[in-house]
């Protein structure tokens, strides 16, 4: 038989999907893949039972059927402080995670360089990959993973093509200040790069922190990407929509990416979600509520344990240290599959994440309802027994 494509050694599948399929073996509480076990809103809920006999059902228009693509104009653009074209400046995808791959292949050729901050969505390793790019790995300085200016414009020399980042950041929590999106803006204007941002978890903020579009910066709009989708700020991680905002000129480009590499998204699911994106602003300071909620009632939890972890700014995230509780030489993959199955509760190892050696850290999420997480607290209160 002909040789098979050599990129898929420089990957593995998906680490977070594969702690899934554990967590369900094992039947553990599932906090390694970061979806709600509560419903999202009842007025998408409502509406999606009328489309589903309403109708429509066959192929949308590629970029996204019109009337969904002016809500998100009208959403996006509330928020983004900009106005929006819904006919050249957003494409909808399947997903975000199609939004970035989409992206990667408009804006980069085979050899360019990506800078990507480490820890990253384990996705963004392997579209790198997959876009016959070079990730080029600049570390975020724990405990609050900032950002070391000269660290950074030495990876820019290196000449790269474009900077991937996910604000507020999956893994860490971390949600980047305006002076630090700053200092990237005038690396990306020196230097000649374009940014690609994952701002799924743009609505999900706590505290003082605030969320700043990249692309709201003197000068960056010209060479911005956003990439978000509904999936976590309406609960719908099933539903798949996604989207990209660019402006013209990178949206062509974009845009004929989607059609052969997706040619559109389930248009019942759009026509429903079009409720969710004309909501009114209560909506969002009750749903930032509801996961300050969560956070606080699972955070607390682990201090009262007395597990180490890392205090997000924002996403839904927490990465865990779990030093006190490995076995010599244990991997963290190892210890979260020894974890699922002993202690009941399923969570992702750090090195999914990390460009550096990491061994001690995992990822665990609270995306969850009270029940569930309060049960998943006291699972985890048993861990140093239970993985003696």
């Not at 893949?33 to 590629?62: C, N, W």
């Not at 010209?222 to 013209?248: D, F, N, Q």
Request: with cysteine.
């Amino acid at each position: 038989m002909q040789e098979m494509s050599r990129k898929n050694r420089l990957f593995t599948d998906s680490v977070i999907r594969r702690m899934t399929r554990i967590a369900l073996a094992a039947g553990a509480i599932n906090l390694a893949q970061g979806f709600p076990d509560f419903d999202p809103p009842k007025a998408m809920m409502d509406r999606l039972a009328e489309v589903s006999y309403e109708g429509p059902h066959q192929y949308p228009i590629t970029m996204g059927a019109p009337n969904f693509r002016q809500a998100l104009a009208r959403k996006c653009g509330r928020f983004m402080g900009r106005t929006l074209d819904p006919e050249t400046e957003i494409v909808v995808t399947i997903g975000s995670t199609e939004a970035m791959v989409d992206t990667l292949f408009a804006l980069t050729n085979p050899g360019d360089k990506i800078v990507i901050f480490s820890p990253f969505f384990e996705n963004y390793r392997a579209q790198a990959i997959m876009a016959d790019c070079e990730p080029v790995y600049v570390p975020l300085v724990p405990p609050d993973f900032g950002i070391d200016p000269n660290v950074l414009e030495d990876a820019f020399k290196q000449g790269v093509k474009a900077i991937l980042i996910c604000n507020p950041s999956n893994p860490s929590g971390k949600v980047f200040t305006y002076e630090e999106l700053k200092t990237i803006a005038e690396l990306c204007i020196k230097y000649d790069v374009y940014a690609i941002m994952d701002e799924v978890y743009e609505h999900i903020i706590y505290d003082d922190n605030k969320h700043t579009y990249m692309s709201s910066l003197p000068g960056m709009w010209e060479r911005t990407v956003s990439c978000s989708s509904l999936s976590k700020t309406y609960s719908v991680t099933g539903w798949r929509l996604g989207y990209a905002i660019a402006p013209k000129p990178i949206m062509d480009r974009i845009k004929q990416y989607h059609d052969f590499n997706a040619v559109g998204v389930p248009s019942p699911l759009m026509e429903a979600a079009i409720v969710g994106l004309d909501m009114p602003d209560s909506y969002y300071v009750e749903f930032g509520a509801h996961y300050a909620h969560m956070k606080k009632l699972f955070t607390d939890g682990l201090r009262n344990i007395g597990i180490p972890f890392t205090d997000p700014q924002g996403a839904y995230f927490v990465l865990v240290n779990v030093r006190p509780y490995l076995k010599k030489g244990q991997t963290d993959v190892a210890f979260c599959e020894e974890m699922a199955r002993k202690v009941g509760v399923a969570c992702v190892p750090g090195t999914s994440f990390f460009n550096e050696d990491v061994q001690d850290i995992i990822r665990v999420h609270f995306a969850k309802g009270d029940e569930t997480l309060l049960e998943a607290l006291d699972r985890l209160s048993h861990i140093r027994k239970k993985m003696a």
